[in-house]
């Protein structure tokens, strides 16, 4: 059993950064590649981007492409969303999941994560 809790979200002007964090607060994040998702209000939830069990590995959205980078420390059970040039059509809750992996260079996909976290609100202004 993995708990997911991400943090780091808030208010931020257009072109701005933030940096968001997936701390797990049970269990251990090494076995599972992680992702990051969206979801505006409205919205259908969207993949913003994934990463190894590793870190070795890394894919983006289109829309987030050269703007946002995922990266991790299994070390701190963490993951991490830098998100730069933010743009108000990134405004979203955010949220992280895990997906369980035998491989260390496996990428997650977009669905048939194992576990979820409560997401964190980020808001950008123009």
């Known amino acids: 059993q993995v708990q997911l809790v991400e943090s780091g979200g808030g208010l931020v002007q257009a072109g701005g950064s933030l940096r968001l964090s997936c701390a797990a607060s049970?269990?251990?994040?090494?076995?599972?590649?992680m992702g990051w998702f969206r979801q505006a209000p409205g919205m259908e939830r969207e993949f913003v981007g994934g990463?190894?069990?590793?870190?070795?590995?890394?894919n983006y959205a289109d829309s987030v492409k050269g703007r946002f980078s995922i990266s991790r420390d299994n070390a701190k059970n963490t993951v991490y969303l830098q998100m730069n040039s933010l743009k108000p059509e990134d405004t979203a809750v955010y949220y992280c999941?895990?997906?369980?992996?035998?491989?260390?260079?496996?990428?997650?996909?977009?669905?048939?994560?194992?576990?979820w976290g409560q997401g964190t609100q980020v808001t950008v202004s123009s």
């Open positions: 999941a895990a997906m369980f992996r035998y491989s260390d260079s496996l990428l997650p996909g977009r669905d048939g994560y194992n576990y």
């Open positions: 049970r269990g251990t994040i090494s076995s599972y590649a």
């Open positions: 990463i190894s069990r590793n870190g070795g590995n890394c």
